[in-house]
T-cell receptor
């Protein structure tokens, strides 16, 4: 069974450009999470989908970030326009149930804004 | 607010040695989960071990074990007979029970196993 997959693995963009990150959760997992790790800091929660609905988006830094999960399958996280401080590693995770203590993570997308 | 602190940014040990990674946390909750996650270079982050706060017995998974000191809010990870494949970034993490679904992570410890 495929794990959580994220695309692309790396992205380098210029400040002001738009980038879209994609996450494919494990098939059948209704819960999908986005996290971000800024260099040298903690991995921080961004948001949580249950199927196609945003359950919790309290960690989204600002309105330049837009997450979608149309159809309750894969999710995208768009940053528009990107700023230097958006650089970091973006992780996606999925779990079968809410409050499931075993969330499966992807390998992350390393975003560099120059 | 909950916080997780890993005081060792980087560590190196020889293969076959035992290594202990430190983690402390702060919370006012009485029931929660603690985790250690491992992320090998360019690989997916995987769960190494999980501890439920209401269980006094320390969790173990093969060569990985924890020393959970609830009163001290300490949750260290011991890796016995370390192997080259243990080289990775290790994250200590916390999650409240029945409150929300967020995992709160520490900054991580980069562990190098030397041949």
């Amino acid at each position: 069974e495929a794990g959580v997959t994220q695309f692309p693995s790396h992205s380098v963009i210029e400040k002001g450009q738009t980038v879209t990150l994609r996450c494919d959760p494990i098939s059948g997992h209704d819960n999908l999470y986005w996290y971000r790790r800024v260099m040298g800091k903690e991995i921080k929660f961004l948001l949580h989908f249950v199927k196609e609905s945003k359950q919790d988006e309290s960690g989204m830094p600002n309105n330049r970030f837009l997450a979608e999960r149309t159809g309750g399958t894969y999710s995208t996280l768009k940053v528009q326009p990107a700023e230097l401080e958006d650089s970091g590693v973006y992780f996606c995770a999925s779990s079968l149930r809410v409050m499931n203590t075993e969330a499966f993570f992807g390998q992350g997308t390393r975003l560099t804004v120059v | 607010a909950q916080t997780v602190t890993q005081s060792q940014p980087e560590m190196s040990v020889q293969e076959a040695e035992t290594v202990t990674l430190s983690c402390t946390y702060d919370t006012s909750e009485s029931n929660y989960y603690l985790f250690w996650y491992k992320q090998p270079p360019s690989r997916q982050m995987i769960l190494v071990i999980r501890q439920e706060a209401y269980k006094q017995q320390n969790a173990t998974e093969n060569r990985f074990s924890v020393n959970f000191q609830k009163a001290a809010k300490s949750f260290s990870l011991k890796i016995s007979d370390s192997q080259l494949g243990d080289t990775a970034m290790y994250f200590c993490a916390f999650m409240r029970v029945n409150r929300d679904d967020k995992i709160i992570f520490g900054k991580g410890t980069r562990l190098h196993i030397l041949p």
